[in-house]
């Protein structure tokens, strides 16, 4: 018989998909149709080819195409059956929605569309809409059982922090360093990838680059790119070595159980350059005061100024987030069993912060011709403030 894989509690699913199915029901969707990997493993407790089909009231169906016993093993949901082929969807969607089927929702996100005019024709005249927006707003706050994950995540973050800190050397390549702390991470239990959910986005671990590199841009939507592997994988920890005196940015979070702990230290080899060192004092200010202000109610939007206007006072605008043409406009994300979750700390995210939010704020700065600099802890929004996940001191560290 094979293990006893881990599965999401039935209570947990429950109060997600309850969560969901109030979000239909006020937008008038008949039903929701889940398909995304992530979004499934979220919503079932597994990741099994297939689509989960939530009404706006009622019990859900997990309709797997490929590994149903397997997703019957994982998932604590009621209804796991087989779907053999596309034109059985409606079927399986009227059984389980009560009244007409007039609107049923999709990750229009990311759902590419020729999968979306597949279910489509399988739907009839059903109009298809997107329920991204809800799904991302229900994921976004996380319950007590997943803050649980992330603080187990948050514990392996800081041992890796720790082998990193162990393991650099003077010479070593920023690939050497990454790959011990790679297998080290993984002996522990470390998930190996880094889920994102923006189009084209990926993250291969994270970061650790150092000297220039870390001020090498890059396409991912990140304040740090670093030199890569080359065009195959511009981005990240590449062949240059280290050299003592500068800065080493270590920003690879951990993934544990499918949550991810984000977090970025600055080390050295030696001392820091003066200028370098005021500019990551800075960083250590700029999260402090960003750190002090998170709380319920506050806005996304003006968590992102009050750091621009730190940055700013301190000399620091012109640096913060990136430089020139290749500086992003946030400060922090949100994060869950993906990197980029919401809600993000950037203009236009108005919705204030609710308890079980949790976001990672990570102010750097970048310096064309010398490197990158900063800092980033994770914060689970509370009642009246914040826990911080993330647990290494919030300081430069020097071996």
Known sequence: M??????????????RIGALQRRLADDGVDAALV???????????????????VPAGGRPVYAVRRALERARRESALEQILPLARFRDLAGLIRGVVSGPLRRVGMELDVVPVLVRDRYAAALGDAEIVDISTSIRRVRSVKSEYELGKMRAAARLAQAMLDVGLAGLREGMTELD?????EAAARSQGHQGLMRMRGWNQELYWGMLVSGEAGAVPGFPDLPLAGEGLGAALPYGPGRRRIVAGEPVVFDIPAGLDGYV???????VIGVLPEHLSRAHAATVEILKAVEAAIRPGVTPQALYRLALDRARVLG?????????????RYVGHGVGLEVDEWPVLADR????LEPGQVIAVEPKLVFPGEGAVGIEDEYAVTADGAERLTLPEQRLFSI
Do not use: I
């Open 2 to 15: 094979p293990a006893e894989l881990p599965s999401t509690p039935r209570d947990e699913l429950q109060r």
């Open 35 to 53: 398909a995304q990997n992530v979004d499934l493993l979220y919503f079932t407790g597994s990741m099994q080819s297939g689509v989960l089909v």
């Open 177 to 181: 360093l990454s790959a011990r702390v």
């Open 261 to 267: 702990c984000d977090q970025t230290r600055t080390l």
């Open 316 to 328: 620091y605008g012109e640096w913060f987030m990136g430089h020139g043409p290749h500086r992003v």
């Open 349 to 352: 995210f108005t919705d204030p």
